[in-house]
């Protein structure tokens, strides 16, 4: 398992940069998750409070600086709850850098796996609260072109807190087009195919997209996309299930809000956790109340292109498991024995419904 543990010298050094006159009383690693996370326990002038230290592990790549400034952004001029972002620390050789302080927002944290622990009714309301938000995040005009989001420095910060600008998001290398977008995706997920279990159906698999993207249709406009909108990257009411608050922007992208649907739907559903056998499936039930939120808040065309085009993105979905298969089950520690061949084998089974 991969150490996402920092020393406690580290922890206070970090606090210490961004807010000078606060004092570490305890701190708490993260149970679940790929990130250096503490929970904080803090004494400051105005009394004691809690806080969320994320930091960089050494052999990660550095984008928690990233993360600090679209949170900081959002913060400012969206309706989502996200987390206040207090101050960062960009580059420190001596510390686990990036890393951000921020704040603690109301709601039980869950792991992706622990929809079954949901009455029928709370599963409905995640899907239907994440839906609304949805829709409030896509209409936030943020983005004009399509790839993967990033945030520009305007400064390098030692503690300071980041930019509220809007501007400073970026597009990494952006394409105009929606489909252009998608075919160059179809050609990176083909490179990628050829390096995992699932190789010998890299032929079929790119075949089957590139009829479907070439079948795409609707008006389409690019938006800031959660993607990766899971259990674990959310903060959720215990009594009705609606959602509180929106955890883990580092994997943000500009895409289309369709696009967007099918990939929340993937990964508030459990991922690849529905594959592992005797694992109930709430797909159905995450989509009936995804859409029927985002239509309360959002625009219908949306939902109807995404009901349009769902083949498509769907496929893609199933493509992007297949790439993060092993690594995603060896994060959560299930080793390569039967449940996973047979979540393997699951998973061909889905892709090959799309073919």
């Not at 230290?53 to 989502?80: I, M, S």
């Not at 809007?166 to 179809?186: A, C, F, K, S």
């Not at 608050?245 to 739907?265: H, R, S």
């Amino acid at each position: 398992m991969t150490d996402r543990t920092i020393p406690h010298a580290q922890i206070t050094e970090l606090l210490g940069r961004i807010r000078p006159t606060w004092t570490v009383e305890s701190a708490t690693p993260a149970s679940d998750g790929s990130h250096v996370v503490y929970f904080l326990d803090v004494t400051t002038p105005e009394g004691p409070r809690e806080c969320v230290l994320k930091a960089t592990r050494r052999d990660q790549d550095p984008v928690c600086d990233d993360e600090a400034r679209v949170l900081a952004v959002l913060g400012a001029h969206t309706d989502l709850p996200v987390p206040e972002v207090f101050g960062v620390v960009d580059d420190e050789p001596d510390l686990p850098t990036p890393a951000f302080l921020a704040s603690v927002l109301p709601g039980a944290n869950h792991s992706r796996t622990a929809l079954p622990e949901f009455s029928p009714e709370a599963v409905r309301e995640l899907g239907c609260s994440t839906g609304r938000l949805l829709a409030e995040l896509h209409r936030f005009d943020a983005v004009d072109a399509y790839g993967f989001v990033g945030a520009d420095r305007d400064a390098s910060l030692d503690g300071g807190r980041p930019s509220t600008d809007p501007g400073q998001i970026t597009v990494h290398d952006p394409t105009d087009d929606w489909t252009d977008y998608l075919r160059g995706e179809v050609d990176r997920l083909d490179d990628r195919l050829a390096d995992t279990r699932f190789a010998d159906l890299r032929e079929e698999v790119v075949s089957a997209l590139d009829a479907l993207v070439d079948d795409l249709t609707g008006e389409f406009r690019p938006a800031l996309c959660r993607i990766d909108q899971s259990l674990d990257n959310s903060l959720v009411d215990p009594e009705s299930g609606a959602v509180t608050g929106l955890l883990d922007w580092e994997f943000a992208v500009a895409a289309t809000p369709a696009y967007d649907l099918a990939f929340v739907e993937h990964t508030l559903a459990g991922g690849h956790w529905p594959l592992v056998p005797d694992q109930p499936d709430y797909s159905e039930r995450i989509r009936a109340g995804l859409l029927a939120g985002y239509r309360e808040a959002g625009p219908s065309h949306v939902v109807e292109q995404f009901r349009a085009n769902r083949e498509c993105y769907a496929l893609l979905v199933e493509v992007h498991s297949m790439l993060n298969f092993d690594s995603w089950f060896d994060l959560r520690g299930i080793g390569s024995g039967d449940r996973r061949e047979a979540a393997a084998e699951a998973l061909r089974e889905r892709v090959g419904c799309h073919r």
